[in-house]
Every structure is written in C-alpha cells, then in structure tokens.
C-alpha cells in the first residue's frame, strides 16, 4: 500500500522530526510575530482618526510600512530577504533563517489582525472609561486588549495557520518540515503517499490549532451566554 | 453662597458647519439639580458631552470650581474623574463581573485600595438593591440593573457633579421606575447633577430649575412648576403638548 520512500521516511523518524520541526518553527515564528505585531496593532489602532490618540503622520508610515510588506508575495520575500537573515542569525539556510522570514511576514499581519480586533471594541466602553478620568495607557491596558481578547484569540489562530502555511514554502529556499518532505521526498521523487501524507498531518496540526484557539476564544469571551466565568 | 460648581460661558459646539450649540450660558450651584428638556437633535446629549470633554468645543469656556474643563487641557484626566456621566446605553465594561466594572476606576486611576473601594461598592450596590449581583457579568443583568449599576460606578468616584444622558430611554417602564427612584434617592442626598430626560413627570418631580434647549439655544429656563404649568415661549407649549393626548380615536 505504501511506496518503499515513504516506509523508509518512517522508520528513520524522518516524518516525525518533520513533524516536531513545522509545529516549532510555526510556534516560535507566531510568539515573536506577536511581540512585533501586537504592539504594531496597538500603535496602528490609538493613532487613527477614530482611536484614543490620533496622530496622523505615525498611523501613515506604519500603515505604509505595513502594507509594504503585507503587499510582497512570500515566496519573492523570502528570497528577497536572504541577507536580512543572514545578518540576523548569521545563515540564510536553514530553520533559524527561516523562522527569520516567517516573522517578517507575519509581523504586518498579525498587526492588522490585531488593530481589526481592537477596532471591534465598542467606541461606548471607550468614551465611559475615559469619561472616569482613564489615561490611554490605562484605556488599552484595561479597556481595549481584554474587551478584544476573544477576538485577537480568534486571530491568532488564524495568523498561525497562516504562518504554518508560510512555514511549508520556505522549504523551497532550505526550510524543513513536512513542507520539505512533501516536496523533496514526495513530489521530486514520485511518490505521491509520502505528500498525501504530509497533507494529512498538515491538515489535523491546523484542525488542533483550530480547536483549541475556538475553544479558549469562546472560554473567555463574557459576552456570550453559556461561556463559563 | 459658596461658589458654583459648575460655569458654562458662551459655549460653542460645531460639528463641521453645521453648529449644534449656540452661545450657551449657565450656572450650577452646588447641591442643585438641572432638567435639561428638548426636542430631540437640539443639543441636549451633546451639551453633556461638552460638560465631560468627550467632545472639543469650538468657543466659551466650561469651568468646574474654576479649573477649566477642555479636550486639550494638560489636567483632563484630573477633571474628569470630578465628573461622572452616566451614559443612555450604559456603557458597562462586558468582560468584567459588576464589582470590577465598579471598582476599576477607583483603583486605577485614583489608586484607591482595593478594600476600601470594594466595600464602597458593595455598600452603594446595597443601596440600589444589587448587593448579591456583585460578582454576576453584565450581560446576566436587565437594562435597570446594568443602569443602577452604571449609576453606582460613576458614584463611587465621589465625583463633584453627576451628568445623565436619556439614561431611561433604552428601558421598558418598570426598569424606568427603579432607576428614576435610584436618581431621585440621590437629589435627595444634595447632589449636583444634570440631567436630559423625556420623562417630564420625573423632570418634575427632580428639578431644581429646568432648561428648555432648542437648536442649540436655551429657549427657556425656570422652576419646573412654572415650566410645566404656564410655559412662557410658544415653542415650550408647543413642545410639552407633544407628551398630551388631546384627541382620542374616533369611532364608527
């Protein structure tokens, strides 16, 4: 029933390292594209028109920027940014370079998803907060990221099975993962199980992503009836 | 007397062109209760925006014991919480059980102890009847209930003056009973307020003075008997008959 490759993937272990490397560098990329992304969204959301603290000429740029990025195919980023991961982590093969790219793609997305979340929070809440003498600091720390939090939990896990499937391209350009398994083994190879298998395993690694993000989304969010508290 | 609390002079509101309040003047004493009444659209909410700094003012000043009340005022934060609002829409924090709504303010901005502003808290709920809702989540309260709440919030901040915005527009009339008496237990207690209302048997019952706002101007201000009783402006009469039957259906 198997091809001989994929028996042989198998037995060395080579399927599950591919497992353990795509679900740690997904991990890894989406925990430091959140640590530039929700601020960046922070930032994005207080400085527009309508946020707590409007200021025009820094809510372009960083919305240029942005968009800049958001705009590059990733599989042109990648190659694009080559010597940007070298200067980073000092190589430009392998997974540390790789985990490089995926933030540099992720950042900008993950700051949109997260100033679309804020952007959900009832401008009312906002104005009562404010209205009790709240500084903006105050307002976003107490107001704006809990009142958005189930929101920003949905899009987290959809930044990060974005970032898984960023994560099988850069097997392209010397990543590894189950990206790389399915292109190297199964499709340069003919053997068309060993890729079906490497879908199979991508497809439930985002159903738990899935599961689990939804089901903590749902826990926290206060507004719902039925949601624990 | 001592000095009024609150000092609105010539104030100016526009939204782009179109100028919602018109060189509006007024005093309030300490201790006294103003009805602000209108038609709807005539500047009444926004007046109380205005009051709060939610909304920048294009002319005149609003003072507050004379520190200047203004959206670009270094001090803002400081002013407002001298100033509690209580919003037609209750404005509830949802992700945060009714005590935290309450005490979140208190602890935060005026770095009160935690002990101490929850047995505040608990205390004013007690007053208005929801001492056991203090750990339920707003969403689990009726309309009344998250307004009595909203009303304890803004209380809590012990703040000089109380601003209320139609707070029993969005209620069914029992819920409109139980806040109305929740607001009228406080002008009871000598607190400075102002309040825009449609329910002109509460204006009634509540006022000190009452002001008829029209297109952004105060057509007319007196005391609630006369306002009620023997309107001076065509526009009031006008105005008041709108909550009169006068006719009844024919039938055939």
């Given at each position: 029933?198997f ?42 959301n ?16 960083l ?20 010597p ?76 990060m ?39 199979f ?29 | ?6 000092e ?19 005093t ?23 009051i ?11 003072r ?21 609002m ?19 303010a ?14 505040e808290?608990?205390a ?63 002008a ?9 209302t449609h ?21 007319e ?20 008959k ?10 055939v």
């Open positions: 029933m091809s001989e490759m994929f028996l042989k993937l198998w037995d060395n272990g080579l399927i599950l390292k591919g497992i353990w490397e795509t679900i740690y560098m997904t991990a890894l990329s989406s925990v430091i594209a959140y640590v530039i992304g929700l601020p960046l969204g922070v930032i994005l207080i400085t527009d028109k309508d946020g707590i603290n409007p200021i025009y000429w820094l809510n372009r740029i919305g240029l920027v942005v968009n800049f990025f958001r705009s590059i195919p990733f599989i042109i980023l990648m190659v694009a940014m080559l940007v991961a070298k200067l980073i982590v000092g190589e430009s093969l392998g997974n540390r370079a790789m985990i490089v790219m995926l933030v540099i793609a992720a950042s900008p997305y993950v700051a949109r998803m997260v100033e679309s979340s804020l952007k959900e929070v009832n401008a009312g809440v906002i104005e009562a907060a404010q209205s009790m003498g709240t500084n903006n600091f105050q307002i976003v720390r107490k107001v704006l990221l809990p009142e958005a939090k189930p929101s920003l939990i949905t899009g987290a896990v959809i930044s099975v974005t970032i898984l499937g960023y994560s099988a391209m850069a097997a392209t350009i010397g990543g590894t993962g189950l990206g790389q398994i399915a292109i190297s083994y199964g499709h340069q190879r003919f053997n068309p199980d060993v890729t079906w298998c490497c879908v395993l991508t497809v439930i690694i985002v159903q738990i992503i899935q599961e689990a993000g939804m089901r903590i989304a749902h826990e926290t969010d206060k507004r719902v009836r039925g949601s624990k508290h | 007397m001592s000095d009024p609390v609150l609105i002079k010539h104030l100016v509101k526009r939204f782009g062109d179109q100028t919602v309040l018109k060189d509006i003047t007024l309030v004493e300490e201790g006294e209760v103003i009805v602000v009444v209108g038609p709807s659209g005539c500047g009444k909410s926004t007046l109380l925006r205005c709060n700094a939610l909304e920048e003012i294009q002319g005149g000043e609003i507050l014991k004379g520190a200047e009340v203004s959206k670009t005022s270094s001090n803002l934060a400081k002013i407002r919480q001298r100033i509690g209580v919003f037609q829409s209750y404005e509830l924090f949802p992700h945060l059980s009714v005590l935290d709504n309450i005490i979140l208190p602890t935060k901005v005026q770095k009160r102890s935690k002990e101490e502003a929850k047995e808290a608990l004013l709920l007690s007053r208005v009847g929801l001492r056991e809702k203090a750990d339920s989540f707003p969403r689990q309260l009726s309309g009344g209930q998250k307004q009595r709440v909203a009303i304890v919030r803004a209380l809590c901040m012990h703040p000089e003056i109380l601003l209320f915005d139609e707070v029993t527009a969005a209620l069914d009339p029992e819920m409109v009973r139980e806040v109305l008496d929740v607001i009228l237990g406080l009871d207690q000598g607190k400075t307020m102002i309040i825009v329910e002109m048997q509460f204006a009634r019952a509540v006022a000190d003075r009452v002001i008829f706002l029209e297109e952004g101007v105060i057509k201000e007196g005391s609630p008997d006369q306002f009620f009783e023997e309107p001076k402006t065509e526009r009031a009469k006008e105005f008041l709108t909550f009169t039957f006068e006719r009844k259906r024919s039938r």
